[in-house]
């Protein structure tokens, strides 16, 4: 077994190793034999555009002693469903998985996203474990603890918070991934520099990037909110929303898959820099180098063909709206966000930065 040091996140009553290496896949069961805790038979879900990276992690479970059940979901936004979350508990059931068995996540944001609500009230709970293989998944949904499902009303509507026992990233998976999904996965880190760490920043304005100490740097600033507000009752884990107001609207009004998430990140961050120069202060060489990084990284500044008023539809079911405003993540500075209860006339007199009306 490779010998290296996990970072720890903390939040609430569970503390939690995230394992970052290259090849972990291969001696991923020894790690987990190691806790002695579970049943042979465990559920290993995966996208199923990953069966090459899915057979090596059984391999190496079996190899460990386990009884590994494999479990296929489709790939894409839509799988975040209540549909593919019943067919996934239904095989769970099926597949005999007892309340010592666990579920290990392999896969994007999607998949752990809906991995881990269904390991979340599968016999109201059983251990999880997210293996992320995107880039996103790495920085972002693969630690904290939200999982979910999208409603056609709006993104991530039905979820709990739900810790990881442990997360284990291999680098190695980076090697396979599309450009698209690796740019999207750009726009999550850039959320990080907008919102906690400017240096991170400078980091992506480079030529060449390190993905050891990106994904590195990513996890500990999102294990620093997570620790401090595991639930988001105080409004200081509602940072990493940073551009996501706009962002999820835009996934919804667009039909789930059109745009992948970090896209609409990326075009949400650039309606939330608007905003905050105009009511935070932000001086507006902030918002400018945030397009030229999304620019560098080929994610998109502009959008055709989006209709305003499903925008519009799409913002009333935001999860940080409340009594008749959308509270939104503003900064007013790089690194110092806050937020802010936006007058619609705001968010209406903003959106047309990213409409891009030739199209
Ligand atoms: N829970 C959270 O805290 C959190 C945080 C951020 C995003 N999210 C959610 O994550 C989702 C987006 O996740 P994503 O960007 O990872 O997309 P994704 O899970 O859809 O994966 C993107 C694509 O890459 C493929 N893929 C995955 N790994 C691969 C690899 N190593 N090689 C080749 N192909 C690979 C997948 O099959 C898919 O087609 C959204 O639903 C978003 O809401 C959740
Ligand atoms: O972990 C969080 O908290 C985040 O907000 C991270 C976001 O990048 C992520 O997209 C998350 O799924 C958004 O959750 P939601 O509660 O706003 O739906
Ligand atoms: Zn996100």
Not at 1 to 17: D, E, F, H, K, W
Not at 80 to 92: A, D, N, T
Request: hydrophobic fraction near 45%.
């Amino acid at each position: 077994m490779n010998s290296i040091t996990p970072l720890t996140v903390s939040a609430g009553s569970r503390s939690y190793p995230v394992w970052i290496g290259e090849g972990l896949l291969e001696d991923l069961g020894h790690r987990l034999a190691a806790s002695d805790h579970f049943s042979r038979r465990i559920a290993l879900v995966a996208d199923s555009n990953l069966r090459g990276y899915a057979k090596t992690t059984a391999a190496s479970l079996a190899e460990a002693g386990f009884d590994p059940v494999l479990l296929w979901v489709p790939p894409g936004e839509g799988s975040k469903s209540l549909g593919q979350l019943g067919i996934l508990l239904e095989k769970l059931a099926e597949n005999r998985i007892d309340r010592k068995g666990a579920l290990l996540a392999l896969g994007g944001g999607v998949l752990g996203d809906l991995a881990g609500f269904a390991a979340s009230i599968f016999l109201r709970g059983i251990a999880l474990y997210q293996i992320p293989t995107t880039l996103l998944a790495m920085v972002d949904s693969s630690v904290g603890g939200k999982t979910g499902i999208n409603l056609p009303q709006g993104k991530n509507l039905v979820g709990t918070f739900y810790q990881p026992w442990g997360v284990f990233v291999d680098l190695k998976t980076l090697s396979t991934l599309p450009e698209r999904e690796r740019r999207a996965g750009l726009a999550e880190v850039i959320k990080y520099g907008m919102i906690a760490d400017p240096s991170l920043l400078a980091c992506l304005a480079e030529k060449a990037l390190d993905w050891r100490s990106l994904v590195r740097r990513s996890v500990q600033i999102k294990a620093a909110v997570v620790a401090e507000d595991e639930r988001e009752t105080t409004g200081r884990r509602a940072v990493l929303n940073f551009g996501h107001t706009t962002g999820h609207a835009l996934e919804a009004a667009l039909g789930y898959g059109t745009l992948v998430h970090g896209e609409a990140v990326g075009l949400g961050m650039r309606v939330a820099a608007l905003l905050s120069q105009r009511l935070c202060g932000l001086p507006e060489r902030a918002g400018e180098l945030l397009d030229r990084l999304l620019e560098r990284h080929g994610l998109p500044r502009a959008i055709p063909g989006v209709s305003l008023f499903r925008i519009r539809e799409a913002l009333l079911v935001d999860k940080k709206r409340e009594r008749g405003a959308n509270r939104w993540v503003l900064l007013r500075a790089l690194g110092d966000p806050v937020l802010v209860d936006v007058p619609d006339a705001e968010i209406e007199r903003a959106l047309p930065l990213i409409l891009d009306s030739a199209g």
